[in-house]
């Protein structure tokens, strides 16, 4: 077991971060935040959502913000398809790469997508298999890796199962998501345990809320095990309209400190991170969850 030495950030801000704001932002400002974020230099960015605006309508307008962004060289702009008609209209506004969301919890699955998990993966084979033979790569989410807002604890089996099924499935990555951030170092360790008999270390991505404080200690306990692949959000924003107190992702500034304070690189300014959280501070009317951001800007 060993550190990486670089960590790629997935920005996911933009979508898991807004997703769950009441008051809508509007698309000139989500540009501004993605254009800003790149210039920060993550070149990884889940800008939007093709998802029903009738369960998230914060993410109604994310075809106009695919066609309307201006890309950044060497930047990957990303957006969230639950079917066959998601995809469809985000191959219309030109996305270059999507991701599918599964659970490796029945109720966590039919709340949030309104199907069982099965039926899940039925749905997203097809959606896989067309954006595959358009040389779209499709990223696969487990949701509820550590905890479950309906169940509670979930089996580290069940998420490698998942896991594994997607990724035979064709998608390029497993992001595991601790979608209401129960877990613990230790629960951390009995997934990975479990998950890495099922998938290969270079394709998981750790997706872990902030909720009860603990993403960092369990980011670097993923980290020990070699997961180089970590998912954030500016100023901690976000969380999940179908999990309740899911708040806050872990903050891309909390995690950019520890890898600097490490010695891993993730090529993010923090500097332009900053300016990033200060907008988003003046866009929403309230302070950074960050506690980096936070001691920093007060600097
Ligand atoms: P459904 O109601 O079962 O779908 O919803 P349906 O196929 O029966 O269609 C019902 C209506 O939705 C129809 O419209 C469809 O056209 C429309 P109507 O005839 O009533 O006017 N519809 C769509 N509209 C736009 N885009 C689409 C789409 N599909 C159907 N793609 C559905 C199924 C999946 C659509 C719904 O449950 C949904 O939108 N869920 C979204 C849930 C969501 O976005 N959750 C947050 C993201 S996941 C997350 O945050 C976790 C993550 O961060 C990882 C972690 O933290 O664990 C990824
Ligand atoms: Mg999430």
Wanted: net charge negative.
């Amino acid at each position: 077991m060993a550190f990486p030495s670089h960590v790629s950030i997935v920005e996911v801000g933009p979508r898991d971060g807004l997703q769950n704001e009441k008051q809508l932002v509007t698309t000139a400002d989500k540009l501004t935040l993605i254009n800003m974020l790149g210039d920060a230099g993550l070149t990884r960015i889940e800008a939007g959502s093709f998802v029903s605006p009738k369960w998230v309508p914060q993410m109604a307008d994310s075809g106009d913000i695919f066609k309307q962004l201006t890309r950044k060289q060497g930047v990957q702009y990303s957006a969230l398809t639950p079917n066959m008609k998601g995809l469809d209209a985000a191959l219309e506004a030109g996305v270059e790469e999507v991701a599918v969301f599964g659970a490796a919890s029945e109720s966590f699955s039919q709340k949030n997508i309104n199907c069982s998990i099965s039926e899940s993966l039925s749905r997203f084979e097809p959606l896989i298999e067309k954006a595959k033979a358009l040389n779209i790569p499709v990223r696969g989410y487990v949701s509820c890796v550590m905890g479950c807002p309906y169940e509670g604890k979930i089996a580290p089996k069940a998420v490698a199962d998942v896991s594994e099924t997607l990724l035979d499935m064709g998608c390029y990555e497993i992001s595991l998501g601790d979608t209401i951030g129960t877990g613990t170092p230790g629960a951390t360790k009995a997934l990975m345990d479990e998950v890495l008999n099922a998938i290969p270390v270079s394709k998981i991505a750790a997706h872990f809320h902030d909720t009860y404080g603990q993403a960092l200690v369990n980011l670097y306990t993923a980290m020990e095990y070699g997961v180089a692949v970590i998912d954030s959000a500016v100023s901690g924003l976000g969380g999940c309209p179908y999990a309740k107190g899911a708040s806050g992702n872990v903050a891309t500034e909390d995690v950019v400190y520890m890898l600097n304070g490490m010695g891993i690189t993730s090529n993010v300014d923090m500097d332009k991170l900053l300016d990033t959280s200060r907008f988003v501070q003046s866009v929403l009317g309230r302070p950074p969850v960050s506690k980096v951001a936070t001691a920093l800007l007060a600097k």
